[in-house]
């Protein structure tokens, strides 16, 4: 990719928007001008690299993290492979699409519930996370795997390919570009389901820190939690992006 | 699709029911069916009918709290929205501004942004006007950034002609930036609306003082199980609402507009 003078001039002002964003978070918090809830970035960066505070992080961050993982996976398989499923019957498509909607529409408050009576209070999270996951690339795989064109698929057509060839020699690979900017967008939605999940009675993980620290008046800890989540998210973000500019620039 | 069915038989409107709610009927059999063959108690899992019966005899307890937070979640919608598109006009006139400010905005839309309600709560403190500021912060971020991508994205020549014509600044913003990011903006309303009513009743629920969000969470304490799933039906309810109501409104505007 080539830098020109627009590229530089854009990279200069968006990390002079981020330092003055953290400046700006700095200075309230040292001026209390939002009272005393808003800590200094300096106060926060303290708290989270305490040696002593080191232990309670990297549990939390373990316990949450896996169960981002453990969801993030499990909602890819299954949303990829259901797409899969009704690219080759599409007799059944129409009420797996009502399906995937409906449960999306269900809002994850109302489902934790049925997942800490279905599963257990520490997978709640991961189920959410799953859930969030599933849906986003179902929706785009489906739609990518409509992208591959009408001429290549008369190609296949003619030289008399089963349909399940067609589907991983031509319809996925055409698909790719669309399943990997779905697995982007669905990073921020398996971390917000994992959080979700904590908060609903776990017994560890980021979540948790974050529920008991608001209740208990622990602002760093509060403000500490919530920048680990979501830094690891941006990073994982970030990463994602990489790998769509990538993929786009191979399969496109 | 085929155009056979003009005239369409009772038995074709089943098949198509068919086709379309296999998956949402089979899943609700699979519950019933799992809850009478496991036999467990209805303290765990209450039968559908107590939940039916818990909505139809107790409407004024649900009705007060479903107004409530989805009052909230509809005027932090809005508020957000406007906010967003606000901000969004004042980044388009400055090219500092925007460079500053979009990075900004991304890097928010693109975070956990429910993980910042425990924060925000204890900022703005435990209040009814909490949850209306989390819901307007929530959907500040995707109203700016795609009403700020739907303001930079016009139909490829037309802001030369603007210029050939000597239209003002002013004129080219009200007849041809303004519009053209409309359907951008409509997008952003779909994708905030489901958000909304979520982090309302996130909000209700962590804060515990009323709405949905406080009901289910009092339910879940008291064991009040049936309550605590007829909640989670209303919720449903008001959310599908919700994301049908803005997607009947994009679909509304964008062939208004095209």
């Known amino acids: 990719m080539k830098m020109t003078a627009e590229r530089w001039q854009s990279l200069t002002l968006g990390i002079v928007g981020i330092a003055l964003f953290l400046a700006a978070w700095e200075a309230i918090g040292v001026n209390r001008l939002a009272g005393l809830t808003w800590p200094p970035l300096s106060a926060v960066f303290q708290f989270m690299f305490d040696p002593t505070k080191a232990q309670l992080f990297i549990r939390a961050m373990e316990a949450s993290f896996s169960m981002v993982i453990l969801g993030y996976v499990t909602g890819s398989v299954v949303g990829i492979a259901l797409a899969g499923l009704v690219h080759v019957l599409p007799v059944v498509r129409p009420g797996m699409d009502r399906l995937a909607s409906v449960i999306h529409a269900i809002p994850a408050i109302a489902l934790a519930p049925l997942f800490i009576v279905l599963i257990s209070r520490e997978f709640t999270g991961m189920a959410i996370a799953a859930l969030n996951v599933f849906f986003i690339l179902y929706v785009s795989t489906t739609s990518g795997l409509n992208n591959s064109t009408a001429g290549h698929r008369d190609l296949f057509q003619v030289l008399g390919s089963s349909r399940t060839t067609r589907l991983l020699r031509l319809d996925l690979p055409a698909a790719l570009p669309a399943v990997v900017s779905g697995m982007k967008y669905s990073v921020p939605a398996a971390f917000i389901g994992a959080i979700l999940g904590e908060w609903f009675g776990s017994s560890r993980g980021l979540g948790l820190l974050m529920v008991s620290a608001m209740q208990n008046f622990q602002i760093p800890l509060l403000w500490s939690a919530v920048f680990i989540a979501s830094t690891a998210s941006l990073i994982v973000f970030g990463l994602m992006g990489l790998l769509e500019q990538f993929v786009y620039g191979r399969y496109k | ?258």
């Open chain 2, 1 to 258: 699709m085929s155009p056979v069915s003009q005239t369409r038989s009772p038995l074709d409107w089943v098949k198509t029911a068919i086709s379309r709610y296999w998956g949402v009927v089979g899943v609700l059999i699979a519950w019933q069916a799992w809850v009478t063959i496991t036999g467990v108690n209805s303290i765990v899992i209450p039968h559908p009918i107590n939940v039916v019966g818990d909505l139809v005899f107790n409407p004024g307890v649900y009705l007060a709290n479903a107004g409530q937070t989805l009052f909230l979640a509809a005027a932090g919608l809005i508020l957000g929205m406007a906010l967003g598109t606000m901000v969004a006009i004042v980044a388009w006139s400055s090219r500092i501004l925007s460079g500053i400010l979009v990075p900004l905005g991304l890097i928010f839309s693109s975070v956990p942004v429910v993980a910042l309600i425990p924060v925000l709560a204890r900022l703005l403190g435990y209040d009814v006007k909490t949850v209306l500021g989390i819901v307007i912060i929530i959907s500040f971020f995707p109203a700016f950034v795609f009403t700020a991508a739907g303001l930079k994205s016009l139909p490829p020549g037309s802001s030369d002609l603007f210029k050939v014509f000597g239209a003002s600044r002013w004129t080219r913003f009200v007849h041809l930036v303004l519009p053209s990011a409309v359907p951008n903006w409509m997008i952003a309303l779909r994708l905030s609306a489901p958000p909304a009513v979520l982090s309302a009743m996130l909000a209700e629920f962590l804060m515990g003082k009323s709405g949905l969000g406080f009901l289910f969470r009092q339910s879940a304490t008291e064991f009040a199980t049936e309550r605590a799933f007829g909640t989670s039906v209303i919720a449903t309810v008001i959310s599908v609402l919700c994301f049908t109501s803005a997607v009947a409104a994009e679909k509304f505007i964008n062939e208004k507009w095209k």
